[in-house]
Each structure stands twice: as C-alpha cells, then as structure tokens.
C-alpha cells in the first residue's frame, strides 16, 4: 500500500521563477492539504482540496496556487519565486470520511537562490 | 497568543525514563488533537490521536487531553534513543476558517541521553 508521494525531492529555482510540486495521495485517501515547512518551525497551512476544489485557504498570497485532479492527486505552484519561499513543502493526505487524518509524504526541499 | 505553544526544547531525558511533552492551544472549540514525529530532515509521521477529555494509551506513548485547560501532553515511557527527535503538536480547526486544517506548534526537540 503505497503512502503519500512527493515529487520531486529537491528543487533548486531563482528568484522570480516559477515552481511545480506534485502529490499523489496515500490509496483510498481523497483529500490533500498542502504545508510549508521553515527551517526551525511547524508546518504552515497553506491550502486543502477536496472533490477537486480547493476546500480550505491559509493565510498565503495568491502567488501560491493548486489544483486537485480526478485521481486526487495534486500540485501546487508558486509564481514569482522569492528567496523567503525556501522551505520544505508537505503534502497530506486524508479521507474526508475518517475524521481527515492527515498523513505526510516525505517533502519537496525548494531552495531559491 | 500563538494558536498553538509548545516549549522549544531542548528536552533531555536519561534512556529508561519518561518524557512528557506538553502543548496548549488558544481555541476552545478546537475538538481534534496530534502528535507528530518528526527527525531531521524527515517529514512528520503520526504518532497518536486523541478527541476526548483523558488519557489514550498506545504501546510506550500516551496522548492526555484536558479541553477545560486548553492543555494536551505526550508521555513517552522507557525512552530510547531512537526517541530522539522533534514532536509537534497539531490542532485542527483552530482560528480563522478552523475546518480541517492543522496548526501546528513549534515542536520540542526530545534528546534521549545513554
């Protein structure tokens, strides 16, 4: 039974650049949450996407987008890259029917330099 | 007030004893709490649940809720080395929107010493 996946592991970007993160959701699961993760600190909420809408928002700018597919797998992007998006970006999955207990995949590392 | 507080750390046990963990949340309708694991470098791993006022016990580690306080704890017993690591604690449905987001702590850094 594979668990959530993330690809790619690592991403270098420059300011200004753009950036695509993928995950596909532990079998079964049909909810995905994205987090950012700073060095030091919890994850941030940053959005969730259910029935292929996103569901929930936190508090990040409109430079941070998503989208959920049939499969409910996911992505999220972020546009005009800045050096303060370095972080490590988390993917959970959860079902919406289980109480949405949410399981982590291993992370996209992104470093803009 | 920072929706959800945990002490930093670091929080340094001998092996064999116990390790309690404590986090508090500023949210009183917050009605589902976490604890993740998390070593360095790695992503969060799930370690226990818990909904109701009490104690929840699974294997070495035991989650206690108090809502009345705000207050949630993690023991672990017999500590080991392999214990070593950050712990967060997550509540979901704190502050704004609450829904099905999780807010995390800061985490404690746990050190198990030989």
């Known amino acids: 039974d594979a668990g959530v996946t993330q690809s790619p592991t690592h991403l270098i970007k420059t300011r200004g650049q753009q950036v695509t993160l993928r995950c596909s959701p532990k079998?079964?699961?049909?909810?995905v949450s994205w987090y950012q993760q700073a060095l030091g600190q919890g994850p941030q909420f940053i959005f969730q996407?259910?029935?292929?809408?996103?569901?929930q928002r936190g508090n990040f700018p409109d430079r941070f987008s998503g989208h959920q597919f049939p499969n409910y797998s996911s992505e999220l992007n972020v546009n005009a890259l800045l050096l303060g998006d370095s972080a490590l970006y988390l993917c959970?999955?959860?079902?919406?029917?289980?109480?949405?207990?949410?399981?982590f995949g291993a992370g996209t590392r992104l470093s803009v330099l | 007030q920072k929706e959800v507080e945990q002490n930093s750390g670091p929080l340094s046990v001998p092996e064999g004893a116990i390790a309690s963990l404590n986090c508090t949340y500023s949210?009183?309708?917050?009605?589902?709490f976490f604890w993740y694991r998390q070593y360095s470098g790695k992503s969060p791993e799930l370690i226990m649940s818990?909904?109701?006022?009490g104690d929840k016990e699974d294997g070495r580690f035991t989650a206690q809720l108090n809502k009345a306080s705000q207050y949630v704890s993690l023991l672990i017993r017999d500590s080991q080395p392999s214990d070593s690591a950050t712990y967060l604690c997550?509540?979901?449905?704190?502050?704004?929107?609450?829904?099905?987001?999780?807010?995390f702590g800061t985490g404690t850094q746990l050190k198990v010493e030989l």
């Open positions: 996407y259910y029935e292929e809408e996103e569901r």
């Open positions: 949210d009183r309708v917050s009605q589902s």
């Open positions: 997550a509540v979901r449905g704190v502050g704004t929107g609450g829904g099905n987001k999780l807010t």
């Open positions: 079998s079964g699961h049909d909810t």
């Open positions: 959970a999955s959860s079902l919406a029917a289980a109480q949405n207990i949410q399981y």
């Open positions: 818990i909904y109701s006022n």
